[in-house]
């Protein structure tokens, strides 16, 4: 499965600020079970989690970039890094959070790099995650195939007003009608 791949979704799960807030902390709790010392998070939408995740367990915040994405649209076939892993994390227990684990590649890239800079140890979570991400998360708050809608995507300034996200707009085009009642 390819990213932004919006045709084989299954469904749409929208995702509100209260949900969001109740998937940060099943995060939390997770990754405080594994002793977590430090959180790397994916910038840009992966950032969100990642800060609540990281306040909540009351340790570092580490951010880094890499993305598909320029100026909001998909532009690069693999994910390109923009912004690298600190040196910070060397020696110390650390989760890499992304808002989302679609094909895994991004979480994989970002975990390689934390190993890479001496990181005692590395755990992959996403807030949510498609069955078909390869490598799987360690930690996933909720897993669905469905299109998701997060809060933050839901409306956007759009040429001066707010709407939907171009992309979710075309996604929710591609998805197949339900069957009548």
């Known amino acids: 499965m390819q990213s932004y791949d919006y045709a084989h979704r299954s469904g749409v799960e929208e995702i509100s600020w209260e949900k969001f807030v109740e998937l940060s902390r099943t995060l939390a709790e ?4 594994r002793r977590v010392e430090v959180i790397v998070g994916v910038a840009r939408a992966g ?3 990642a800060t609540t ?5 009351r340790c570092d915040l580490f951010p880094v970039r890499v993305t598909r994405r320029e100026q909001d649209r998909v532009v ?3 994910p390109v890094w923009k912004v690298d892993v600190s040196e910070e994390v060397r ?3 650390a989760a890499v959070v992304d808002e989302m684990a679609d094909t895994g590649e991004t979480l994989a ?3 390689e790099r934390v190993r890479e800079q001496g990181a005692a140890e590395v755990i ?10 390869a490598p799987r998360p360690d930690v996933v708050a909720l897993e669905t195939d469905a299109l998701v809608i997060f809060p933050w995507d839901r409306e956007v300034l759009v040429e001066g007003r707010w709407g ?4 979710l707009r075309s996604a929710l085009s591609q998805q197949p009608e339900p069957p009548a009642a």
Do not use: K, Q, T
């Open 30 to 33: 997770e990754l405080a079970d």
């Open 47 to 49: 950032l969100l989690p």
């Open 53 to 57: 995740v990281a306040c909540a367990l």
């Open 76 to 78: 690069h076939p693999r």
């Open 91 to 93: 020696g110390r227990r």
């Open 109 to 111: 890239l970002v975990a």
């Open 124 to 133: 992959r979570a996403a807030m949510v995650a498609h069955s078909w991400a």
């Open 164 to 167: 939907l996200h171009p992309e």
